[in-house]
T-cell receptor, first 109, second 114 residues
């Protein structure tokens, strides 16, 4: 079966750095997405990786290792507004998007 | 500026009473998706349309139907809602189903079944 694993919950301090990991086992690979979802709201797109390496976008960076079936989202200079769930999603060989259940990130002052 | 619009934002229906949720988009995207999301769970894809081509997920119950009368609009019909159908329903669009094209989500409709 296809599976996306992420930690259920993480806690970090305002101003710090946090890394949210995602491991996947899917039928093929055609890209990995990270989305942010605030409580009660819709997911919003953060990043896309299809090749190995690091993609940087402001305070957020996303890394991919296809051989390890692994990605992480790195959030720097954490702000209170970054409190949200972060969902990892992988596009498989049929171009279906397989979603993780998300990591709830709690930011403390 | 709204790009993916869902109405209503909150819907209360009675057990077994049909309900229709609507979604519209101003992005002129080819693909439209309907997801069901329950608390602390991954979004579950119910169906998607590539233009007019309808794609039903294998495990989507027959109780759920969808219509896409034109590029801009898509509807989700729940014929006989059960208590287990209470969830957030998310509509999303993308320019294409492949490549780096991300999905744009509407604000969702939270469905309560009494």
């Amino acid at each position: 079966g296809q599976n996306i694993d992420q930690p259920t919950e993480m806690t970090a301090t305002e101003g710090a750095i946090v890394q949210i990991n995602c491991t996947y086992q899917t039928s093929g690979f055609n890209g990995l997405f990270w989305y942010q979802q605030h409580a009660g709201e819709a997911p919003t797109f953060l990043s896309y990786n299809v090749l190995d390496g690091l993609e940087e976008k402001g305070r957020f960076s996303s890394f991919l290792s296809r051989s390890k079936g692994y990605s992480y989202l790195l959030l720097k200079e954490l702000q209170m507004k970054d409190s949200a769930s972060y969902l990892c999603a992988v596009r498989d060989s049929n171009y279906q998007l397989i979603w993780g259940a998300g990591t709830k990130l709690i930011i403390k002052p | 500026d709204a790009m993916v619009i869902q109405n209503p934002r909150y819907q209360v229906t009675q057990f077994g009473k049909p309900v229709t949720l609507s979604c519209s988009q101003t992005l002129n995207h080819n693909v439209m998706y309907w997801y069901q999301q329950k608390s602390s769970q991954a979004p579950k894809l119910l169906f998607h349309y590539y233009d007019k081509d309808f794609n039903n997920e294998a495990d989507t119950p027959d109780n759920f139907q969808s219509r896409r009368p034109n590029t801009s609009f898509c509807f989700l019909d729940i014929r006989s809602p059960g208590l287990g159908d209470a969830a957030m329903y998310l509509c999303a669009t993308s320019r294409d189903a492949s490549g780096s094209y991300e999905q744009y989500f509407g604000p969702g409709t939270r469905l309560t079944v009494t």
